[in-house]
């Protein structure tokens, strides 16, 4: 059984430095944004959530009754963009800076098998990719 919680651990002690426990389901991916000083996870309980580092309250929390559990999330080459790849088969593209959905930027066309399916950005951010 899950935690539903994200851990961080000081490397060079090994003691645990944050918790940050506001997810609902299990947490599937963990993404640093905006050089570092934040990141967003996703969760089987069909959320995104922008946490600041060191902070264990979310600075932004993303849920929709529309959308579906995001196994994979990959940030583009320029660290603008912020892909994210949902059980029901689609990849919805987010701007970082303020974590929005481009509604024009939203792929179809692929089944996703499970949960090891994978997106990424090409280097040059030219193309998106995902495995089914």
């Not at 997810?23 to 944004?33: P, R, Y």
């Not at 990141?39 to 849920?63: N, Q, Y």
């Not at 939203?106 to 495995?131: E, I, R």
Request: with cysteine; proline share 3%.
């Amino acid at each position: 059984m899950a935690d539903k919680k994200i851990v961080g651990w000081d490397i060079n002690s090994g003691e645990i430095t944050q918790e940050y426990d506001r997810h609902l389901g299990a947490v599937n991916t963990i993404t640093f944004i905006e050089r570092n000083i934040s990141f967003v996870s996703t969760s089987d309980d069909k959320s995104l959530r922008v946490w600041d580092w060191d902070i264990p309250v979310d600075r932004k929390h993303i849920a929709d009754p529309s959308m579906h559990a995001i196994p994979s999330c990959s940030l583009s080459a320029s660290g603008k963009w912020l892909a994210c790849q949902s059980m029901d088969n689609k990849i919805s593209i987010f701007a970082t800076q303020k974590l929005r959905l481009n509604r024009k930027k939203v792929f179809k066309g692929h089944m996703v098998a499970g949960y090891a399916c994978q997106c990424n950005f090409s280097p040059d951010n030219s193309y998106l990719m995902s495995g089914d």
